[in-house]
């Protein structure tokens, strides 16, 4: 309806957990307005909720992916998704549990939902993983529907680590203005992993297709490319 939709997270200082929330601006310069008095969503019992992702169907249908904050109370996170009203800004239904943690990569978490239809496939990559180690990376599911079930193919990342890209995670879809889909993400420059050792995260961008029904990452073979 004319408006520029900013989903984000900030602490609720109250009940001491992070929160999803829905700013509304009129242009995508801003200024972004949240004039709710409470959070969008919020999964207390489950530790809160963040990682905040939208995807629109092929029929236009909205939906809102996100993850639950378990980890931050000891237990296992999981990602979830729920059917979005028409504005955006309203919530259909009940939110759906697609994956959980449950292979030993994915020690101590997973995180950082995104989906895409790509030939008729609904697939949801996530990071899992620590962020701020070289083990930190990404895994799919394939999804019946953007509310699932999903499940998961391999056990192990579609991609980790690799040459001068060390833990890459926090990947999300996108597409050019030609249709073709690329993935953007975080990787840290390797050997320095972890702010402590002075490392740092840069952002990085690689091709996706789709290879005998899995998606593939072409990932750069140098910085020049």
């Known amino acids: 309806n004319g408006k520029v939709l900013l989903y984000y997270v900030a602490r609720d200082l109250m009940a001491d957990r992070q929160c999803i929330s829905v700013a ?11 004039e709710r008095n409470a959070p969008f969503i919020c999964q207390y019992e489950e530790g809160g909720s963040i990682d905040p992702e939208p995807f629109i169907d092929q029929d236009g249908s909205l939906y809102l992916l996100w993850k639950s904050d378990a980890n931050a109370i000891g237990r296992d996170a ?3 998704s729920q ?14 549990r697609l994956i959980t943690r449950d292979q030993e ?10 989906m895409v239809n790509l030939d008729g496939q609904y697939i949801l990559i996530y990071s899992a993983n620590w962020w ?19 499940h998961k193919p391999q056990n192990g990342p579609i991609f980790a680590a690799q040459s001068s890209e060390a833990g890459p ?14 993935l953007a993400y975080h990787a840290w420059t390797a050997p320095k992993v ?4 002075g490392g740092a995260r840069c952002l990085h961008l690689a091709r996706v297709g789709l ?15």
């Open 24 to 34: 509304v601006s009129d242009s995508p310069d801003g200024p972004f307005v949240d």
């Open 78 to 80: 999981s990602i979830y």
């Open 83 to 96: 059917r979005l009203g028409n504005d955006g800004r309203s919530l259909v239904g009940e939110p759906v």
């Open 105 to 114: 990569w994915e020690r101590p978490l997973i995180e950082n939902p995104s």
């Open 132 to 150: 701020e180690g070289a083990n930190y990376a990404v895994g799919y599911a394939i999804c019946d529907s953007p509310l699932g079930p999903c």
């Open 169 to 182: 995670g926090g990947a999300s879809f996108f597409r050019t203005s030609d249709g073709a889909l690329w």
């Open 194 to 197: 972890g702010y402590v050792a």
């Open 211 to 225: 290879e005998d029904g899995a998606p593939v990452v072409y990932r750069p073979l140098s910085a020049e490319q």
